[in-house]
């Protein structure tokens, strides 16, 4: 029997998951919208070439741009001291201070960046991919690795198995009181769904000298990207330093 390597990635999980981590750390700490922008900007191309769709994309800064407006809402309502004086502007009828929108519009411009590339990491980063390389090359153990990618697994199937429970009680015409009872079948189904993923591990004898087909291996194109990306972290840090 013949296995066929798994789809290709332009670059891989293990490695997009460590870009998007030093991602969020300069996104949080850096107060150059800017710099903000281009590291946005080139985290998106690299969702993009790895799977990341128009209509996702869209989908996600329609998300991001919403939580982020809300965010700025709150910072016009309910400004700081120090954002209480000086000149003030008019938005609709609406007075608020200058100093208060700036810092509003600042805090909307990072948090919807921020959001947007931590909701396109959770859709393109393939974390039964990672989990499965630090097994086979980083050492993890066996006995925690498949736990963790049942884990995984299971979270698509609680959300199909409410989706039908509820569409069930939809159906009996339940009202919204008694819709939340709902919450006990699934929990019944997590009990079981638990105690089968255990047997199966179990009865299959998992155990550390398990065999692999798929080495999950990183590419010399996966290292000369990571190798970019820090080239190009390092200079918008240096940057973001300097202008801080």
Excluded: C
């Amino acid at each position: 029997m013949k296995f066929l390597e798994p789809k290709a990635e332009f670059i891989h999980s293990w490695y997009l998951l460590i870009i998007s981590f030093f991602t969020f750390i300069f996104l949080l700490a850096s107060n150059v919208l800017w710099a903000n922008f281009a590291l946005t900007l080139f985290m998106l191309f690299l969702f993009k070439k790895n799977g990341l769709s128009n209509r996702v994309l869209l989908k996600l800064s329609l998300y991001a741009g919403f939580f982020a407006f809300m965010f700025l809402l709150l910072n016009l309502l309910y400004p700081g001291e120090k954002l209480r004086v000086g000149e003030q502007v008019s938005i609709f009828s609406w007075t608020v201070y200058k100093a208060a929108l700036i810092n509003g519009l600042q805090n909307f411009a990072r948090l919807f960046m921020l959001t947007l590339v931590s909701m396109s990491s959770t859709y393109t980063i393939i974390y039964t991919k990672v989990i499965l390389y630090l097994i086979i090359h980083k050492g993890l153990k066996v006995i925690m690795g498949y736990p963790l990618l049942i884990a995984l697994n299971s979270i698509l199937l609680f959300k199909e198995e409410f989706d039908r429970i509820r569409l069930s009680a939809r159906f009996r015409g339940l009202g919204w009181w008694d819709r939340l009872f709902v919450l006990f079948p699934l929990l019944v189904f997590a009990i079981r769904h638990s105690q089968r993923g255990s047997l199966s591990l179990v009865t299959r004898g998992l155990n550390p000298n398990k065999s692999f087909y798929f080495g999950y291996d990183l590419s010399a194109r996966d290292r000369k990207w990571l190798r970019g990306f820090f080239l190009f972290y390092v200079v918008l840090v240096a940057i973001a330093i300097y202008f801080r």
